[in-house]
């Protein structure tokens, strides 16, 4: 079973955060960088990514109640919130809106990397959805450790950023997003029947 969580958990956050889609990114806001700047905004992105989503992981649920919004209405709303993301992936409407965002800062780890690139809107829903649902400090441990680790993915691909890009190509790259699209809008979905789930409506 925790097996099962860890798995449903690595497949959420890979797919929100994108480390693939997000490597030719990294080079293009990059690109007037040397090697050894280009690895320092890369360590800041992903450590200021992880301080985010662990925060939002920690209090977001306590924020919901405080302000009077249940996990049910929360995991109905992220779901979603979660399948408009991976209808922008299918029809590759995300690349786009991403690209606008990374011109924008001379030093782009905080902005636009760190938030809202990796630690957006998507990243943060997924994280109060999926610590939500573990009810033992075990189960949530679990789900930022598989945080970590996605990052930590991330944090890779970033430094092989350049050969990546160059191995899939644009169109191995879009390939590969529209096939996350599909898995992120499976998730999404299970969310929200799971919400309804919660209310007593199935």
Do not use: H, W, Y
Not at 76 to 86: K, N, V
């Amino acid at each position: 079973m925790e097996l099962d969580l860890a798995i449903t958990a690595f497949v959420s956050l890979f797919v929100i955060i994108d480390p693939i889609g997000l490597a030719p990114l990294f080079v293009a806001v990059t690109q007037n960088n040397t090697k050894a700047e280009r690895r320092g905004i890369a360590i800041r992105a992903c450590l200021v990514g992880i301080t985010i989503l662990a925060i939002f992981g920690l209090a977001g649920e306590t924020v919901l109640s405080v302000i009077g919004i249940g996990m049910p209405a929360f995991r109905i709303s992220g779901g979603l919130l979660l399948f408009l993301t991976a209808i922008e992936m299918l029809f590759e409407k995300r690349s786009q809106r991403r690209e606008n965002q990374a011109e924008m800062a001379p030093d782009p780890s905080v902005f636009p990397l760190a938030m809202p690139l990796i630690a957006g809107p998507g990243a943060m829903t997924t994280m109060i959805l999926l610590t939500g649902q573990q009810s033992d400090i075990a189960g949530q441990a679990m789900v930022f450790g598989v945080m970590i680790s996605v990052i930590t993915l991330l944090f890779v691909m970033f430094l092989l950023s350049g050969v990546i890009e160059r191995l899939l190509g644009q169109t191995g790259i879009n390939l590969v997003s529209r096939l996350l699209g599909m898995f992120l809008a499976a998730l999404s979905v299970q969310f929200v029947i799971d919400g309804i789930r919660d209310i007593g409506l199935l």
